[in-house]
């Protein structure tokens, strides 16, 4: 229900394990030969996918509206307490 607000970052966290899965057998085969620099270019093609794929603008943004949303809750549940009267 509330997926919208949370599933950019957990989108782009699958899209890194996504990103990873494909290169495993590569990955382990370069370290399996000791083959560091192979390593090296595997992990860091799956850190510039990673980094293409943020955009701090719209994370920033959503975690603003997350907070708003959560401290105009609390405010609203802060009111109705302080507000009635069996509170």
Request: glycine share 4%; with cysteine.
């Given at each position: 229900?509330?997926?919208?607000?949370?599933?950019?970052?957990?989108?782009?966290?699958?899209?890194?394990?996504?990103?990873?899965?494909?290169?495993?057998?590569?990955?382990?085969?370069?370290?399996?030969?000791?083959?560091?620099?192979?390593?090296?270019?595997l992990l860091k093609e799956i850190?510039?996918?990673?980094?293409?794929?943020?955009?701090?603008?719209?994370?920033?943004?959503?975690?603003?509206?997350?907070?708003?949303?959560?401290?105009?809750?609390?405010?609203?549940?802060?009111?109705?307490?302080?507000?009635?009267?069996?509170?």
């Amino acid at each position: 229900m509330t997926g919208f607000i949370w599933s950019r970052e957990v989108r782009s966290g699958n899209r890194s394990l996504i990103k990873f899965e494909k290169i495993k057998s590569r990955l382990i085969q370069a370290s399996k030969d000791s083959d560091i620099d192979k390593v090296r270019e595997l992990l860091k093609e799956i850190d510039i996918s990673n980094e293409e794929s943020r955009n701090q603008t719209t994370i920033k943004y959503a975690r603003l509206f997350r907070c708003a949303t959560i401290v105009f809750a609390l405010t609203i549940v802060v009111l109705a307490f302080t507000l009635t009267t069996d509170g």
